[in-house]
């Protein structure tokens, strides 16, 4: 009698065949949808990397660094007067132009750069710019001022969009006769 019950449920249990293929019907079309939304997945972060490089590529950042500028001045060097290429922190004798009694620094900008500066005076010196040319007329008579003065020009460097990338103090110190031009990196506030 245990033997028939159990018999009644097994076949009761067992599937037929209609529902044997409904199932794996299922079954597949369950692992198709899966499938499919991998490759919608996929296909969604390659479109995002795609749109990623396209946007970057249009709109491209800066490195942050400052653009490639600087200042030369006709100064000496090893008993020689010569252009020289200024160095923040370096300290360098300038030396007049002959016929001209003059010292001259050049600012040497990229294109479509531009720069703001102030005009300074040191004693009764003229320090202003001539375009990108930095002009010091020393005052050659006796003043009854100190033998040592110092003033700072301070020089801002702007990108084509008018932003600020880059800003120094340009330091003339001037000591009895020579004339002396340093470049100091202004601190950052």
Known sequence: MMDKRLKEAVEQITLTEESRRRILNLEKKKK???QIRIIKRNLLAVCMVFLTVLTLSFFPKGDGQAPEWKITAYAREADEAQWL???PGARVLLELIPKKE???MELDLPDHYYYEKQI???GLDSI???GKT?????WKEETGLPD???ASMYIKILDEDRNEVDRVILEMTREYDNCYV???KEEEP
């Open 120 to 122: 300074i005076t040191l």
């Open 85 to 87: 290429s200024l160095e």
């Open 134 to 138: 930095i002009v010091w007329l020393p």
């Open 128 to 130: 202003f710019f001539e």
């Open 182 to 184: 340093q470049i100091k």
């Open 148 to 150: 040592v003065m110092s």
């Open 102 to 104: 003059r010292y001259i």
């Open 32 to 34: 198709k949808r899966h």
